[in-house]
């Protein structure tokens, strides 16, 4: 693809996840598909989440992983907003994690061995590291051929710097 497009995000940041919802989908279907760019999702946090997604993808579902987590974040921070401690959100984020998981048919054994695993940790490290040497210090982020896009933008934002990227060819 000409054109590179990183997206720092977090999957509790609301503004992320408004892009995610209203934003992504138009980019996906008349950009991504096509082949004229190319997406790189970074996903800083929380960590739990990102380690889903993580596991997601090692069974081929990124994108179906990392949509339903941004489509169903709010029903998890409601059900843990009223929990006093770690150990009160565990359960709640277990289930929520195995509906998940069940939704997308995900094979639910290696999905929790790799929860439950230290593979992911790397990932989610080199992705942080990534945002810090990009100097990116907010979310939502985007670099689109290395150029900064800061913020919940509206998609016109998006479009004009991915064709001016496009024409330069």
Not at 56 to 64: H, R
Not at 109 to 133: K, P, R, V, Y
């Amino acid at each position: 693809a000409p054109v590179t497009m990183i997206d720092y995000s977090q999957y509790t940041c609301p503004h992320c996840v408004n892009f995610h919802k209203n934003i992504f989908p138009l980019i996906m279907e008349n950009y991504i598909k096509s082949g004229k760019v190319k997406i790189l999702p970074r996903r800083l946090g929380p960590s739990a989440l990102v380690l889903a997604v993580i596991c997601g993808n090692k069974q081929g579902k990124f994108q179906e992983t990392d949509d339903y987590i941004f489509n169903h974040v709010a029903d998890l921070i409601e059900q843990t907003q009223q929990t006093n401690s770690a150990d009160e959100v565990r359960p709640i984020l277990t289930e929520w994690l195995n509906k998940l998981a069940q939704s997308l048919n995900l094979e639910l054994t290696s999905f929790n061995q790799c929860l439950n695993s230290t593979d992911g940790t790397e990932q989610i490290q080199d992705w942080l590291n990534e945002a810090h040497q990009n100097e990116i210090s907010g979310t939502p982020t985007f670099l689109i051929n290395g150029q900064k896009i800061i913020g919940n933008q509206p998609y016109i934002k998006f479009e004009e710097l991915i064709e001016k990227e496009l024409n330069k060819k």
